[in-house]
């Protein structure tokens, strides 16, 4: 994969057509309609339909969802994200986590994923809506294994710790893409290497968690660079690693410099694979919160909590 070219002469350029492999069935299922259905009554807004992930069918039918706390408007505006930007002004349902941990609690799920927009404008950028959802999740649906991803936090150790506390199995930050592309494609106060920071602190406060990030390929990033982010991801103790093709989701957003072939996306799993990733998902329709790993992480998890309780 060679360098982004300069944006004078990418703007010129027609958007890139899409190949075969990043066509996918349309969702269905019995399922996937009956978790739509009750997602309509309960008003609750999920990352799945508000990104329009393309796995939304393979995950809802599968029994992993993802729900997306604290508004919908968030108050940092990275360049690839199609979440609305703005200055929510300290808004905030003060009930959510107990409807959002109720809800889920009703439905026939096994594995859910907590995440939320930004919220630099409050006190503690969401930590304890976070650690409210979590807790009040494992009270009423004690076997359902939650992953969490979150905001950065601004960096700053004891809005992590608040989170880390409520223990949510899986701990998930993403870097999003290389050192070299981050100014331009994420919100400058989305840095990288305090995505990086705040992984790490997930393991110092508690070594027991296991934490995630994801990488966006097809930005212009280089074979060295993406190298470099895995050996970076690893150096934090970084267990799981996803990888996914950027999509542009709007003309307005950043185009897509590459379509990475499946082949290559199989290259980059064996190479994560054997620098010590517990798990790894790569492929070109591969986001975040991919079901791909569910049944992994729940062994991994499973085998935790039996440990936990004979201690």
């Keep these: 994969m060679s360098d982004a070219p300069n944006s004078?002469?990418?703007?010129?350029?027609?958007?890139?057509?899409?190949?075969?492999?990043?066509?996918?069935?349309?969702?269905?299922?019995?399922?996937?309609?009956?978790?739509?259905?009750?997602?309509?009554?309960?008003?609750?807004?999920?990352?799945?339909?508000?990104?329009?992930?393309?796995?939304?069918?393979?995950?809802?039918?599968?029994?992993?969802?993802?729900?997306?706390?604290?508004?919908?408007?968030?108050?940092?505006?990275?360049?690839?994200?199609?979440?609305?930007?703005?200055?929510?002004?300290?808004?905030?349902?003060?009930?959510?986590?107990?409807?959002?941990?109720?809800?889920?609690?009703?439905?026939?799920?096994?594995?859910?994923?907590?995440?939320?927009?930004?919220?630099?404008?409050?006190?503690?950028?969401?930590?304890?809506?976070?650690?409210?959802?979590?807790?009040?999740?494992?009270?009423?649906?004690?076997?359902?294994?939650?992953?969490?991803?979150?905001?950065?936090?601004?960096?700053?150790?004891?809005?992590?710790?608040?989170?880390?506390?409520?223990?949510?199995?899986?701990?998930?930050?993403?870097?999003?893409?290389?050192?070299?592309?981050?100014?331009?494609?994420?919100?400058?106060r989305a840095k990288y290497r305090q995505s990086l920071d705040v992984l790490q602190m997930v393991k110092h406060i508690d070594p027991t968690r296991y934490t995630k990030s994801s990488i966006m390929l097809g930005l212009g990033e280089g074979d060295d660079e993406i190298l470099q982010s895995l050996k970076d991801l690893r150096a934090v103790g970084c267990d799981v690693v996803t990888f996914g093709q950027y999509l542009q989701p709007t003309p307005k957003h950043l185009k897509v410099i590459e379509y990475i072939t499946p082949a290559k996306f199989q290259e980059w799993q064996k190479t994560a694979e054997n620098m010590g990733f517990l798990y790894v998902a790569s492929g070109p329709m591969v986001r975040s919160s991919y079901r791909a790993g569910e049944f992994f992480m729940k062994a991994l998890v499973d085998r935790q909590r039996q440990t936990e309780l004979n201690l």
């Design 8 to 188: 004078n002469s990418a703007a010129k350029k027609a958007p890139l057509a899409k190949p075969d492999w990043l066509r996918v069935r349309a969702p269905s299922g019995e399922n996937y309609g009956r978790i739509k259905d009750m997602l309509g009554e309960l008003k609750l807004a999920t990352v799945c339909q508000e990104a329009k992930c393309p796995n939304i069918g393979e995950c809802w039918s599968g029994g992993t969802a993802t729900f997306m706390l604290l508004g919908e408007v968030c108050t940092r505006g990275c360049r690839f994200c199609n979440i609305k930007t703005g200055n929510p002004k300290g808004a905030v349902d003060a009930f959510e986590p107990e409807k959002v941990a109720y809800s889920i609690s009703q439905m026939d799920l096994e594995y859910v994923v907590i995440t939320s927009v930004d919220r630099d404008d409050l006190e503690d950028q969401g930590a304890n809506h976070f650690a409210r959802t979590i807790s009040t999740i494992k009270k009423l649906a004690p076997k359902l294994i939650v992953e969490i991803l979150t905001p950065d936090f601004s960096g700053e150790k004891n809005l992590v710790e608040i989170v880390v506390k409520s223990k949510p199995d899986v701990f998930a930050h993403n870097i999003e893409t290389v050192e070299r592309l981050s100014p331009s494609v994420r919100d400058p």
